[in-house]
């Protein structure tokens, strides 16, 4: 018999397998923008609006040096600019190009597609597993 802990890794495996292995959309909307999954986060999260360099760092999860590679990049791809803070002058404001929020809203459209595997649930497995994740997300 398996245990409560047990059944809570074995299902945690799946999740994880299913979420970024199995239906690889990372690599898809990788392959698809031609950069890296990093980059593709980077333009996703300033959709929202501009961010200091210190606040897409801390969104990202990344240290200030890989960001500043990362957005050397994207800048000379002509997706992201880098401006003068308003109000600090020792930090940059970062923000989309128009050609940098059409590739994030490109992203995001990949991102957003479900996979067949979830389209061909019926709909009482879909509202179950609806009704599931719901009560895991909410922690």
């Known amino acids: 018999m398996t245990s409560r802990g047990e059944l809570e ?21 990788a392959e698809a923008l031609g950069m890296s ?13 501009p961010l200091s360099m210190r606040e897409l760092s801390a969104k990202l999860t990344t240290d ?3 960001l500043t590679l990362l957005l050397d990049d994207l800048e000379a791809r002509g ?3 880098r401006e003068p803070h308003p109000q600090d002058r020792r930090a940059k404001m970062v923000s989309l190009t128009a050609a940098g ?7 995001q459209r990949i991102l957003d ?13 879909l509202a179950d ?3 599931v994740v719901s009560l895991l997300n909410r922690d």
């Open 9 to 29: 890794r074995e299902t945690w495996d799946a999740l994880r397998e299913l979420v970024l292995d199995r239906y690889g959309r990372r690599r898809e909307v």
């Open 37 to 49: 999954f990093s980059k593709v986060k980077a333009l996703r999260r300033l959709l929202a609006g």
């Open 64 to 66: 200030p040096p890989y």
């Open 79 to 81: 997706l992201v600019l």
């Open 101 to 107: 929020r059409a590739e994030a809203k490109r992203a």
């Open 113 to 125: 597609e479900p996979p067949e595997g979830l389209r061909r649930l019926d709909e009482a497995d």
């Open 129 to 131: 597993l609806h009704r």
